[in-house]
């Protein structure tokens, strides 16, 4: 079995990734997608968030707002650590988050090679502002001579109108990504056999788009829930491959 340091390749862990990540050895990653925990204002009325709907898992990890930048931080130096000079990363980002994560992509040296916004629907009613319906994606290099990039269509935008997933009937961790959106950036950021990595994996999306694509993953979660989840999502994306269903 591939290792990279003490993990198996194509294996999921449970655990706390700002601890788990000083165990990848230096540049051993090719591709990082990472969807990371928002920063939360605890001091908001806990009734905003609707956290205990029939079907969504309990138990996500938020940060609290204060610390958020200090979060990034250090999972951010790790992340510039593992990966290969040929490497890149992209980080998902909604706005309320974003100067952290801009600033953290600074700091610790990244190079920015495009600012993605990612549209999707979202159908909530507001009476006094705009409806959020984006998301911000940073792709992010270590060297900009020297990165992969797979130019799969003509004229590659970086406004990309995806539609969200909706999982009518099963259990689901509070916010996944499409399916759709990762495949995209696993196929212009990578080659088969390369090393995806996902230190924030929730329910396992990139995991699942790494396997779909012949890629190698490694993925970390905190919440042990959405661990099972993820681990049951990959094995049934490996039987469905191994039946000739995907
Ligand atoms: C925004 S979600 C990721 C969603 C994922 N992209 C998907 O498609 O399902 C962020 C995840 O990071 C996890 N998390 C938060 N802090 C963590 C930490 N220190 N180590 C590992 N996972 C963490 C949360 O439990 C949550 O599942």
């Known amino acids: ?146 990165y992969k990039f797979n130019k799969i269509e003509h004229y590659p935008e970086d406004v990309w109108i995806i539609k969200r997933e909706y999982w009518k009937g099963k259990v689901k961790t509070p916010t996944k990504l499409p399916l759709e959106i990762v495949k995209k950036i696993i196929l212009y950021s990578s080659d088969e056999e390369d090393v995806v990595f996902d230190p924030f994996l929730g329910s396992g999306t990139v995991a699942v788009a790494a396997k779909l694509l012949n890629r190698r993953f490694l993925g970390f979660e905190i919440v042990p829930e959405y661990y099972e989840f993820a681990r049951e999502r990959v094995a049934r994306t490996e039987r469905e491959l191994f039946a000739g269903r995907r």
Do not use: C
């Open 1 to 146: 079995m591939e290792r990279v340091g003490r993990f198996a390749l194509n294996g999921i862990y449970l655990g706390d990734s700002l601890v788990l990540m000083k165990d990848i050895p230096d540049g051993s990653i090719d591709l990082i997608v990472t969807d990371p925990p928002f920063a939360i204002d605890f001091k908001a009325k806990r009734s905003n968030y609707n956290r205990s709907q029939d079907r969504v898992l309990e138990g996500y990890n938020e940060i609290p707002k204060e610390r958020y930048y200090e979060f990034t931080l250090r999972w951010m130096r790790e992340a510039h650590r593992i990966l290969k000079d040929t490497g890149s990363m992209y980080v998902f980002s909604g706005w309320t988050n974003l100067k952290d994560i801009l600033n953290a992509i600074d700091e610790v040296g990244f190079i920015t090679i495009n600012h993605i916004i990612w549209k999707y629907q979202f159908g909530v009613f507001t009476r006094r502002k705009f409806v959020t319906s984006h998301y911000h994606i940073l792709f992010v290099v270590k060297d900009e001579k020297r």
